[in-house]
């Protein structure tokens, strides 16, 4: 196939309801073409007559009115019905009563922990001190200066 060759296209035959119809509407318009032609004939003929004015628009097609849609109004919204909520009754509950009772001697039995500070001495023979200096720049530089850090 080449470029400028549509592709076949595929349509579905009309069934003899869908013509019938068809033929009533194509009917329909033909008889309104020749009302419209009789009526132009006839306007044309009083004009050449002088029954009407020279200047008078010829007729045109009327068109039925279409008929107006009745809209129904909208419900009107439902009542709101206002329901007292009961009020809120705090009950006594046992098993947190329970659990304060318990935190409290527990509380009660806690006691400071002592510091026991125990002392190690170590025994290492130091050959030499190592003195490590390190390059300070910059920000740094200025905060060990100052002391802000």
Do not use: C, W, Y
Not at 36 to 55: N, Y
């Amino acid at each position: 196939m080449s470029d400028t060759e549509a592709p076949p296209v595929k349509t579905r035959k009309v069934n003899e309801k869908q013509m019938a119809g068809l033929r009533k509407g194509m009917e329909a318009l033909k008889a309104k073409r020749e009302t419209l032609a009789k009526e132009r004939e006839v306007h044309e003929e009083k004009k050449a007559k002088g029954e009407i004015p020279a200047d008078s628009p010829a007729p045109k097609e009327v068109r039925k009115p279409k008929p107006v849609k009745v809209i129904a109004p909208p419900p009107p919204p439902p009542e709101v019905v206002v329901v007292q909520r009961k009020p809120r009754v705090l009950k006594p509950n046992p098993a947190l009563a329970e659990l304060a009772l318990l935190r409290t001697e527990v509380a009660a039995l806690k006691t400071p922990a002592k510091e026991v500070v125990v002392e190690k001495v170590v025994d290492r023979v130091v050959d030499k001190v190592v003195h490590k200096d390190r390059v300070v720049t910059g920000s740094e530089m200025l905060n060990t200066i100052f002391g802000l850090k």
